[in-house]
């Protein structure tokens, strides 16, 4: 797909590159010239197309377990480090999660009591890419699920899938909800 807009060298880099190659003959030095512009313009594709390329998934995973319970399982550290992750920190608005041995870090986008919790892992800073645990209570039978919403490369999707389910069932036997 074209770009919608030119991409326009600074003059100074322009004359640079003319001076460098001030031997070269105007065509060439010409050619020269657009085919580097479009080595740039494809890189600058790729990278916008990398960043874009996550897909968006929700699960529902129903859990019979009062609200306020899983509302501490699911938005403290000390709750968190039971089923999620084997440490988890909080410093400010971040959050940091271990896993044997590796860090990761987490802002804390919001969070409504006995209601969710949305995170931006840092590496997604600048995106729109977030997860989200949110409990969901059916208004009728008093039922409740956890929601989770997240975002995977399209070739990672069904593994990430696979590792909430494994995590939300380390829950569930925490919360006695097998």
Same mark, same amino acid.
Request: proline share 3%; charged share 30%.
């Given at each position: ?95 940091? =999660?271990?896993? #044997?041995?590796?860090? @990761? &870090?987490? /802002?804390? !986008? ?7 919790? +949305? ?31 997240? =975002?995977?490369? #399209?070739?990672?999707? @069904? &593994?990430? /899938?696979? !590792? ?7 829950? +569930? ?6």
């Amino acid at each position: 797909m074209p770009p919608s807009r030119y991409i326009i060298l600074p003059s100074s880099i322009s004359n640079y590159i003319e001076g460098f190659f001030f031997g070269l003959h105007k065509k060439k030095l010409k050619l020269f010239l657009l085919n580097l512009v479009t080595i740039y313009i494809y890189i600058v594709l790729q990278l916008i197309k990398t960043m874009d390329d996550k897909i968006k998934y929700e699960m529902e995973f129903p859990i019979h377990v009062s609200p306020a319970l899983l509302y501490q399982y699911i938005s403290t550290p000390s709750g968190m480090s039971e089923w999620y992750a084997d440490n988890v920190n909080l410093r400010g608005e971040f959050f940091t =999660f271990i896993w #044997e041995g590796s860090e @990761e &870090e987490a /802002k804390l !986008l919001s969070k409504k009591s006995l209601e969710r919790i +949305k995170f931006r892992w840092l590496e997604d800073e600048g995106t729109d890419f977030f997860f989200e645990l949110r409990i969901q209570v059916d208004e009728i039978t008093k039922d409740v699920s956890l929601m989770i919403t997240d =975002f995977a490369e #399209e070739d990672e999707v @069904e &593994e990430g /899938k696979m !590792l909430w389910e494994n995590m939300v069932s380390e829950l +569930k036997q925490i919360l006695g909800s097998t």
